[in-house]
């Protein structure tokens, strides 16, 4: 799965129990993908010491502070790996 | 005047560095040897450099934004991959319909080689929490009033990218060349705390 600019997608909502870089305030929310960053190692993976850890995309992907937070008129754009998300 | 070894936060990173030891991930002398290149060069004088030859160089802004390690490799400032231990530059440009702040909720992550080791309230829980709620509070604290018409564009550093603000090159300063311009630009202008 793969996700070009100007796709909608949602961060997976689950709490793993190790390392992640998905902040806990995007997780469950809708966001769209502005940029596709590069192929970075994963993580996840890399905290947990597996080798090779999973390759995957990385993308920018930019919410809006109302749908965060309830309230301002910002957004705010959080960089993703794919197995973060879903489409919505 | 408290040394920086009496700091509570120095014990705890150094209990961290000794357990790291102690597993066999690290050895002391990498680890000094990684912080000598970390800050070796580090300085915001690097940015402030790309930012002015960017506001008096359209095809370098063009690749500025485009590719920041290219752009910057083409400043004599090379930049490894992430790949490599490095990271990816990432910059993002003010415009007069958009103001743009870089963030790292997770950490304190930043692009060290271009801005310099980070200020002390970059790595605030205060500063990481608020920004991305309340960007427009922060930034008035900070001296930076924007009017409503100006959406802010906040950027939560969380992945291997590191953000740089390319910021509006200030009214007034058409006569003055990229060498006098670097000057005028500060390390919180490519955070996005300033305006310049």
Redesign the interface.
């Given at each position: 799965m793969s996700y070009p600019a100007g796709s909608l997608v949602r961060v997976r909502a689950g709490d793993p129990d190790h390392h992640t870089?998905?902040?806990g305030?995007v997780r469950g929310h809708t966001g769209e993908v502005v940029?596709v960053?590069?192929r970075?190692a994963l993580p996840d993976d890399r905290a947990r010491g597996i080798t090779p850890p999973r390759v995957e995309t990385?993308y920018?992907v930019r919410f809006s502070?109302a749908d965060?937070?309830g309230s301002?008129?910002?957004?705010?754009?959080?960089?993703?790996?794919e197995s973060y998300l879903d489409r919505p | 005047m408290t040394g920086h070894e009496d700091l509570p936060a120095a014990a705890r990173t150094r209990r961290l560095e000794e357990r790291l030891i102690a597993a066999g991930l690290a050895t002391d002398e990498e680890i000094d040897a990684f912080l000598t290149r970390l800050y070796a060069n580090a300085s915001p004088v690097n940015g402030a450099l790309m930012v002015a030859r960017a506001w008096t160089d359209p095809g370098y802004r063009e690749l500025l934004l485009a590719d920041g390690n290219a752009a910057a490799g083409a400043a004599g400032f090379a930049l490894a991959p992430?790949?490599d231990g490095g990271y990816?530059l990432?910059v993002v440009a003010n415009s007069a319909q958009v103001h743009n702040v870089i963030v790292c909720?997770?950490c304190s992550c930043y692009p060290v080689s271009l801005l310099g080791p980070s200020p002390g309230w970059y790595k605030s829980f205060a500063y990481r929490s608020r920004t991305?709620?309340?960007?427009?509070a922060v930034l008035a604290e900070f001296g930076v009033a924007l009017p409503?018409s100006v959406?802010?564009?906040?950027?939560?550093?969380?992945?291997?990218?590191r953000y740089m603000v390319l910021p509006s090159r200030p009214a007034g300063t058409e006569a003055l060349g990229a060498e006098e311009l670097a000057t005028l630009i500060t390390r919180n202008g490519l955070i996005g705390t300033a305006l310049v």
């Amino acid at each position: 799965m793969s996700y070009p600019a100007g796709s909608l997608v949602r961060v997976r909502a689950g709490d793993p129990d190790h390392h992640t870089r998905v902040p806990g305030y995007v997780r469950g929310h809708t966001g769209e993908v502005v940029a596709v960053l590069g192929r970075w190692a994963l993580p996840d993976d890399r905290a947990r010491g597996i080798t090779p850890p999973r390759v995957e995309t990385c993308y920018a992907v930019r919410f809006s502070a109302a749908d965060l937070w309830g309230s301002g008129d910002h957004t705010v754009t959080v960089d993703l790996w794919e197995s973060y998300l879903d489409r919505p | 005047m408290t040394g920086h070894e009496d700091l509570p936060a120095a014990a705890r990173t150094r209990r961290l560095e000794e357990r790291l030891i102690a597993a066999g991930l690290a050895t002391d002398e990498e680890i000094d040897a990684f912080l000598t290149r970390l800050y070796a060069n580090a300085s915001p004088v690097n940015g402030a450099l790309m930012v002015a030859r960017a506001w008096t160089d359209p095809g370098y802004r063009e690749l500025l934004l485009a590719d920041g390690n290219a752009a910057a490799g083409a400043a004599g400032f090379a930049l490894a991959p992430p790949e490599d231990g490095g990271y990816q530059l990432q910059v993002v440009a003010n415009s007069a319909q958009v103001h743009n702040v870089i963030v790292c909720t997770l950490c304190s992550c930043y692009p060290v080689s271009l801005l310099g080791p980070s200020p002390g309230w970059y790595k605030s829980f205060a500063y990481r929490s608020r920004t991305v709620r309340e960007p427009r509070a922060v930034l008035a604290e900070f001296g930076v009033a924007l009017p409503d018409s100006v959406a802010i564009s906040v950027w939560d550093s969380t992945s291997e990218a590191r953000y740089m603000v390319l910021p509006s090159r200030p009214a007034g300063t058409e006569a003055l060349g990229a060498e006098e311009l670097a000057t005028l630009i500060t390390r919180n202008g490519l955070i996005g705390t300033a305006l310049v």
